[in-house]
């Protein structure tokens, strides 16, 4: 290694050491060298200038002046020994300083890059905190994985990793918990979900999907209990089952909801008539249930026609009720032209009792053309029911007194004649009603004869006498019946009941009465 300055080369030393032994050609020469290695050094040409001029003196002077020159080539050694000594110490102290303040230095940095190293690690925990709050903890992972690389004993580090560890755990069992959601395992998803709210009540949606489950589990059940009813004809079970679902879950399978609800109304419709076709309850009932079905396909032509039936049947026993007696025909006129046997027969039965009683009314303000007319068409229903005797047996009574009153006797006559054949009056009389049988013989007497119009009042007195021997028998009502219905069950008519019970208005008849329906023997 060269030396840095001049005092400091090896040469320097070597002139140093012949300055001292007075040998001054032999330290100039090592100087001469020294000025070549050191060009810009003055102190060495100073030097050089002196020692030569004292090796002049040297060879030239004696005595005093050479010694004199000696002691001041000694003092020049001795300042320029100085010197170096000062500089050298100067060189140290240098050094010394330079090492310290590289100390210093790399101190400093090192406190830049830690609190640098603090400052981006603090700043990464809170990303941390934050991407665990958004739930992304995969990415919450991996910044946790490069603070521990940055710097490992950062504060707080495990405390954070366990908090990332505990996030995942509840974010693995929510996963697992929709996995089993959207795989239909709802009990499964139920308990897991159930579990984190204990742990943590609002992590997430869990009370959101738990509300979900419960309505899934619900709708299942409903489903399962509908399709259940449905298999087993329990109709009314599988409607309210079907209702309920589509209220709860509108946008289950809603297709095939709907065709299940529809189905179900049909089936409950028709099954609650059977039986019990007449009743106005289950009527009502039905009628509800075909109206909810055309709800769902206004379009479908039969059961728009079984609801528009059991409307109409319904309104026409409504204005029975009301004497409104036209309206009555009216609306049995289509059902009976739709379904003769409607109601078991009672919309017929309905619809010849109006036909008597509008007839009555039209008697009573003297329109006996008018009347003739209902009691004929009264007939005609009456004849296309073979059950109905009693009925038809009425009608041509009724014929025949509106005949009487137009002044028709012998077509009167002939009427009475059809009744009482049809009443098998004359073994009646024999057997036990002898006034009845008279009047009957005395009728048929006067119309041999041709003598209609009296023959037309015996009959009259024979049917009458007839009616007060009529055979009887005794019903108690029960909830939800009428008359009508019971003149069609039985084969009887609501005049015949009426006149038998002293029964004013047709509708105050009540359950646990009791009545006598006639009927023919």
């Not at 060879?59 to 020994?81: S, Y």
């Not at 009167?412 to 013989?441: T, W």
């Amino acid at each position: 290694m060269s030396a840095e300055t001049y005092f400091q080369h090896p040469l320097y030393g070597l002139a140093m050491q012949h300055f001292q032994e007075g040998n001054w050609r032999a330290g100039l020469k090592e100087v001469e060298r020294l000025i070549q290695l050191f060009p810009v050094e003055q102190e060495l040409r100073s030097l050089r200038h002196e020692l030569g001029f004292k090796a002049r003196l040297d060879h030239f002077e004696f005595g005093d002046r050479a010694a004199e020159a000696r002691r001041r080539i000694r003092r020049l050694v001795l300042r320029v020994g100085a010197a170096a000594v000062i500089a050298s110490l100067a060189y140290l102290a240098l050094s010394t300083y330079s090492d310290w303040l590289g100390q210093q230095v790399t101190a400093g940095r090192e406190r830049v890059e830690r609190e640098i190293r603090i400052a981006t690690t603090t700043a990464m925990q809170r990303d941390v905190e934050a991407l665990m709050v958004a739930g992304r903890l995969a990415e919450a992972k991996s910044v946790v994985d490069e603070i521990g690389q940055l710097d490992p004993s950062f504060p707080g580090l495990t405390e954070l990793s366990a908090d990332l560890t505990a996030a995942l755990d509840l974010s693995n069992q929510y996963d697992d918990a929709m996995q089993r959601i959207d795989g239909g395992d709802w009990l499964g998803a139920q308990s897991i979900l159930q579990q984190l709210a204990a742990a943590v009540p609002n992590y997430r949606d869990i009370n959101i999907q738990l509300t979900y489950i419960e309505r899934r589990t619900m709708l299942d059940n409903l489903l399962g209990a509908g399709e259940a009813s449905f298999a087993k004809g329990n109709w009314e079970q599988a409607v309210a089952a079907f209702e309920t679902m589509r209220t709860v879950h509108p946008q289950h399978e809603p297709e095939y909801i709907e065709a299940r609800l529809f189905d179900s109304y049909v089936n409950a419709a028709r099954s609650v008539l059977i039986g019990q076709a007449d009743s106005l309850a289950a009527l009502q009932v039905a009628e509800s249930h075909f109206r909810k079905a055309l709800a769902l396909r206004p379009q479908d032509p039969n059961i728009k026609r079984e609801r528009e039936l059991a409307g109409l049947y319904l309104k026409a026993q409504d204005d029975f009720d009301q004497s409104q007696w036209s309206e009555v025909i009216r609306a049995l006129e289509i059902v009976i032209g739709a379904d003769a046997s409607y109601a078991q027969g009672t919309a017929r039965q309905t619809l010849y009792d109006a036909f008597v009683a509008r007839g009555d009314f039209q008697i009573s303000v003297y329109q006996l053309d008018a009347a003739l007319s209902d009691y004929e068409r009264a007939a005609v229903l009456a004849e296309q029911d073979s059950g109905a005797v009693l009925r038809l047996y009425e009608a041509q009574i009724k014929v025949a007194e509106a005949q009487g009153a137009n002044g028709n006797f012998e077509a009167a006559v002939l009427h009475y004649r059809a009744a009482a054949e049809l009443g098998n009056l004359q073994a009646r009389g024999a057997e036990d009603n002898p006034a009845m049988l008279s009047a009957l013989q005395e009728a048929e007497g006067y119309a041999a004869n041709g003598n209609f119009g009296v023959a037309y009042e015996r009959y009259q007195r024979a049917t009458r006498l007839a009616d007060a021997k009529q055979v009887k028998k005794i019903h108690i009502v029960q909830e939800g019946e009428y008359l009508t219905l019971l003149a069609s069950r039985y084969g009887s008519t609501v005049r015949a009941i009426a006149l038998a019970n002293d029964i004013e208005n047709d509708n105050l008849i009540f359950a646990g009465q009791e009545l006598l329906i006639p009927v023919l023997p």
